[in-house]
């Protein structure tokens, strides 16, 4: 239980810490939150949970493609926030987008011969 509120912790402050500094320096809080933390410390969790390199090899394989889907959500955004859509509608198209997308790529990959 202590590791689980300590994952939680160290994953919430990562996020706290990019939305704050987004405030001010949209870039550099942008930055912050592009940087593969969640997954890299997803990969650290798991490693010491079970220290398997094909497990890891699979996981971090899989999570390269299921990137793919989710960046157009952050072309999707900005357009529509541009074209007066509002914020939280924009945001729950972006979020729906991704999810079809994603629906997509859990579909397309094994035909593709790609492991998910």
């Not at 939305?19 to 997803?42: H, M, N, Q």
């Not at 390199?53 to 926030?81: C, D, E, K, R």
């Not at 541009?82 to 729906?96: D, K, N, T, Y």
Request: with cysteine.
């Amino acid at each position: 239980m202590l590791q689980l509120a300590l994952k939680a912790a160290i994953s919430g402050i990562l996020i706290a810490a990019a939305s704050t500094l987004a405030k001010r320096y949209p870039g550099f809080g942008a930055l912050i939150a592009s940087l593969p933390l969640v997954s890299v410390l997803g990969m650290l969790w798991l490693w010491s949970e079970k220290p398997d390199a094909g497990n890891m090899a699979a996981h971090a394989q899989a999570t390269f493609w299921y990137v793919l889907p989710s960046l157009p959500m952050f072309l999707a955004i900005p357009a529509m926030l541009r074209a007066g859509v509002q914020f939280h509608l924009a945001l729950a198209l972006g979020c729906v987008l991704t999810v079809i997308l994603y629906l997509g790529m859990t579909a397309i990959a094994p035909r593709l011969g790609i492991q998910l």
